[in-house]
C-alpha cells in the first residue's frame, strides 16, 4: 500500500523567496515519485520525476527535489519565487513494477505575493 | 504532437441523468488511466487500461460507473444514474507501453485538462 502527506494546504510565500513544500510518503516496495503542477484551468504537468537514479532531481522552472529514504520524504523547493509560480501542487507516489497508476497527495495550493 | 484530450471541459446534470465523458489519449500510447478529483479530497486512481482491456479497476466507486476503451483508442467513462456525490473533477491520463521488468525509463503518464462534473 502507498500513501502521500503534503504538509500544508495552502503556502505563500513573497516574490524571490525560497519556495518549499513538503511531501512525505509511504510504500511497501521501492517508490517512484513524482511532482505535478496545476495552472488555472490547465491539466496536471509534470514537474519532476525520482526513478531510482539520482537521488536530487531537477525539474522544470527552477524547481528540484531531493528522495530522502530515511526521511520517506520528497519535498519540493525552488530557489526564488516567481510571481508565475502560483499553482497547485501535486506529490505522487507509483510502484516500480508493471502498475503504474498514482498515488496523490491532497496538494498544495502555492500563492506568491508581490 | 497533440496531447490527452477531454470532452467535455465542464458538464452540469441533474442527479439521476447519465453523462458520459470522453477521453482521447495521445496517439499509439497503450496506457490509459482515469482519476478522479473531489472537492477538497485528493486525486484518485479509479482505473487503467491497456490498450482495450481493463488492467485494474480497483479504484472504481460502485457500478453505476463504467468505463471502456474501444479497439484500445479513446476512452469513454460513464455515470448512470450520476448522484451528487458524483461532482469533481474527472482526469484522464496515457502513458506508452511500460518498460519491461528490469529496464530503466519509466515514463510519465501525461495528464488531460479534466473534465468538472457537477451533479446538482
Known amino acids: 500500500a502507498q500513501s502521500v502527506t503534503q504538509l500544508g494546504s495552502h503556502v505563500s510565500v513573497s516574490e524571490g523567496a525560497l519556495v518549499l513544500l513538503r511531501c512525505n510518503y509511504s510504500s511497501s516496495v521501492p517508490p517512484y515519485l513524482f511532482w505535478y503542477v496545476q495552472y488555472p484551468n490547465q491539466g496536471l504537468q509534470l514537474l519532476l520525476k525520482?526513478?531510482?537514479?539520482?537521488?536530487l532531481v531537477k525539474g522544470i522552472n527552477g524547481f528540484e527535489a531531493e528522495f530522502k529514504k530515511s526521511e520517506t520524504s520528497f519535498h519540493l523547493t525552488k530557489p526564488s519565487a516567481h510571481m508565475s509560480d502560483a499553482a497547485e501542487y501535486f506529490c505522487a507516489v507509483s510502484g516500480s513494477g508493471s502498475a503504474r497508476q498514482l498515488t496523490f497527495g491532497s496538494g498544495t495550493q502555492l500563492t506568491v505575493l508581490p | 504532437e497533440a496531447g490527452v484530450t477531454q470532452f467535455p471541459s465542464h458538464s452540469v446534470i441533474e442527479k439521476g441523468q447519465t453523462v458520459t465523458l470522453r477521453c482521447d489519449p495521445i496517439?499509439?500510447?497503450?496506457?490509459l488511466y482515469w482519476y478522479r478529483r473531489v472537492m477538497g479530497k485528493e486525486i484518485k486512481f479509479l482505473l487503467h487500461?491497456?490498450?482495450?482491456?481493463?488492467?485494474?479497476e480497483s479504484g472504481m466507486p460502485n457500478n453505476r460507473f463504467l468505463a471502456e476503451r474501444t479497439g484500445g483508442t479513446y476512452s469513454t467513462l460513464k455515470v448512470q444514474p450520476a448522484e451528487l456525490e458524483d461532482s469533481g473533477v474527472y482526469f484522464c491520463?496515457?502513458?506508452?507501453?511500460?518498460?519491461?521488468?528490469?529496464?530503466?525509463?519509466?515514463?510519465?503518464?501525461?495528464f488531460g485538462q479534466g473534465t468538472r462534473l457537477t451533479v446538482v
Open positions: 525520482y526513478t531510482s537514479a539520482a537521488t
Open positions: 491520463a496515457s502513458s506508452p507501453q511500460a518498460a519491461h521488468s528490469g529496464t530503466p525509463g519509466w515514463t510519465e503518464a501525461f
Open positions: 496517439s499509439g500510447h497503450d496506457n
Open positions: 487500461f491497456v490498450k482495450e482491456s481493463k488492467q485494474d
